[in-house]
């Protein structure tokens, strides 16, 4: 399954009277979308519960995946940052992972360096 999928449509019925049905995987649950993500006459609705929903968790714009951990979600952090919510900044110039040149002074920034 995709790893952003937290809930799913099921086709009741095959397409074109044939043997393949419509499985639409879904990045968000019913509590987000309660008038798309249902049960009704057409498809079954099945989901999880979103630990990335309305609230989610990760900092600095990391990407927010529900499940994976006892916590119930990840968060993947950009270049740069680190920690269980992407809230720590990587002291590129510290760690020396800098590409900064030989003569240069590399400064860091949240996230990044100059």
Not at 92 to 111: F, I, P, R, S, V
């Given at each position: 399954?995709?790893?952003?999928?937290?809930?799913?449509?099921?086709?009741?019925?095959?397409?074109n009277?044939?043997?393949?049905?419509?499985?639409?995987?879904?990045?968000?649950?019913?509590?987000?979308?309660?008038?798309?993500?249902?049960?009704?006459?057409?498809?079954?609705?099945?989901?999880?519960?979103?630990?990335c929903?309305?609230n989610?968790?990760?900092?600095?714009?990391?990407?927010?995946?529900?499940?994976?951990?006892?916590?119930?979600?990840?968060?993947?952090?950009?270049?740069?940052?680190?920690?269980?919510?992407?809230?720590?900044?990587?002291?590129?110039?510290?760690?020396?992972?800098?590409?900064?040149?030989?003569?240069?002074?590399?400064?860091?920034?949240n996230?990044?360096?100059?």
């Amino acid at each position: 399954m995709n790893d952003n999928c937290v809930s799913a449509n099921f086709k009741k019925e095959p397409e074109n009277e044939g043997n393949d049905y419509i499985c639409e995987l879904n990045n968000a649950t019913h509590l987000e979308h309660d008038t798309d993500l249902i049960t009704d006459a057409d498809f079954y609705y099945r989901g999880s519960k979103n630990a990335c929903g309305k609230n989610p968790p990760c900092r600095n714009n990391a990407t927010c995946q529900s499940g994976f951990t006892i916590k119930g979600y990840r968060c993947l952090c950009p270049p740069g940052l680190e920690g269980e919510h992407c809230e720590k900044d990587i002291d590129e110039c510290h760690k020396n992972t800098h590409d900064c040149h030989l003569n240069a002074t590399c400064q860091n920034t949240n996230g990044s360096f100059v």
